[in-house]
């Protein structure tokens, strides 16, 4: 036996009954399209269902797979708690899927709850399964589950997932159903939950086209910022559904997408229309291009951050020769740096200096690179392979100059506020800092100034410098 469906499920509580209370008349079109899916499965007759979420206990560093007899979970914290579940978890499939997946290198970890016990907390079945099995066990229930929160890894690893989990089906010879649990943008409408921007709607209308079409380059591909100021939840899920299907030509049916609450709820099956179309090795081509561009034709700026840091993973050893693409400006001025690693968008470290601490900006990034992959206390240290997937970018700082409040710009100036010793510092143009009350308020918190304490008010700009 197989794989004999995959679907792309949203996961809003509103939509249950219970929840919505009559609110989720509002999002009829989601309701409907679940009920849909929801007898599509019982038709199926699964024996097990393999459901990928985001709001299970998730790890920074590894796919996480529910180890228990059974779990259970219930709405309470979206006030009904009478809306409950427990359901028999498929241990035999989810140790192969783990197995495999694991010989592969891919990051996974058994998540039991004697592990969990030592971050206080345990397994539960989250409203990103929860929601999605509500609206099945009504037709349905006759199944064994498979859990799986996946974590902030390169698309590469979540697609080589997909695959072991297709592989591990087929091994042990199961009749599989394979749901990736995600909403997408959540930032549609002023008036939503977490505000509006402009890259809400072009990610859902790109994400789903890509879909409709079987572009799976597409999806993975899409521009890293415009997925960032997105906050969607459910790319990293479909990245695994992708990976299952694997050698597969396929659709995606859109049964229904709706907006309405300022979140987008995509409902979408999809069909496999042949088999004999491998993807993968195109998207490892794909990635290892990009980042053979970044490292030979980025910003001087950036490129030594980039080497600086692969340096010291690669041999433990600080940069000794200044690269000769380094520029006169680089070596014969000081100021502060900021050096910043994202991936898939997301912050994996950020280290600067807001005064030189060197002889010039060339060994300030070469210095700031290293500590911001290693020496973050947010986050673990970067690991070599992680490389890759990084966007390195290297902020300059002008030299600051005190001023009153009245001549910020939160866009325009970052801020360093000062008092007794204490300083807090801000970079400028950030998202979610509009005001010069809000640019403030942060700074002063990080600095542990209160702001009915006296403090010092400097401002200053950044030469921004980004990888392509």
Known sequence: MSLQGFYLLPHPPIVVPEVGKGEEERIRDTGNSLHTVGKEIAEKSPNVIILVTPHGTMFQDAIALADAD?????????????????????????????????????????????????????????????????????????YQLVHITYAALSDIELYKLGIEINNAVQELKEDAILIAS???????????????????????????DHLQRGDVVGVLSMDEEMICHAGECGRRSVAILLGALEGKEFSGDLLSYEGTFGVGYGVMRFDVLSE?????????????????????????????????????????EVLKELPDYVTEEMTN?????????????????????????TNNIAEEIIRNAIEAGLNDPRFYEVEEKE?????????VLTEPEYVSKEALSPKEYGVIV??????????????????????????????????SQMYKIQRFKVIRHKEN
């Open 70 to 142: 059974e779990i259970y979970g219930d709405l309470k914290s979206f006030g009904v708690p009478n809306v409950s579940m427990r359901s028999p978890i498929h241990k035999g499939l989810t140790s192969r899927i783990f197995e495999l997946a694991y010989h592969k290198g891919i990051s996974v970890v058994m998540a039991t709850n004697s592990l969990l016990d030592q971050y206080h907390t345990s397994l539960f079945l989250d409203h990103g399964a929860l929601v999605p099995l509500y609206f099945i066990n009504q037709y349905y229930n006759k």
């Open 418 to 451: 000062s008092s007794k010793g204490k300083t807090g510092l801000l970079l400028p143009d950030l998202e979610g800092v509009d005001t010069v009350e809000e640019q403030l308020s942060i700074a002063l918190e990080k600095a542990g100034i209160k702001s």
């Open 182 to 208: 995600g909403d997408l943008s959540h930032k549609l409408k002023e008036e939503g939950p977490y505000g509006h921007h402009p890259s809400g709607e072009k990610f859902d209308a790109a994400f789903l």
């Open 276 to 316: 004999d179309a491998p993807t993968l090795e195109k998207l490892e081509e794909l990635r290892s291009a990009t980042y053979e561009k970044r490292k030979y034709e980025s910003d001087p700026h950036v490129r030594l951050a980039r080497e600086s840091l692969t340096t010291y993973l690669d041999c433990e």
């Open 333 to 357: 001025t000081k100021r502060g740096v900021f050096v910043s690693l994202k991936m898939h968008g997301e912050l994996r470290g950020c280290i600067g200096t807001v005064f030189p601490t």
């Open 387 to 395: 490389l890759m997937d990084i966007v390195f970018s290297v902020d």
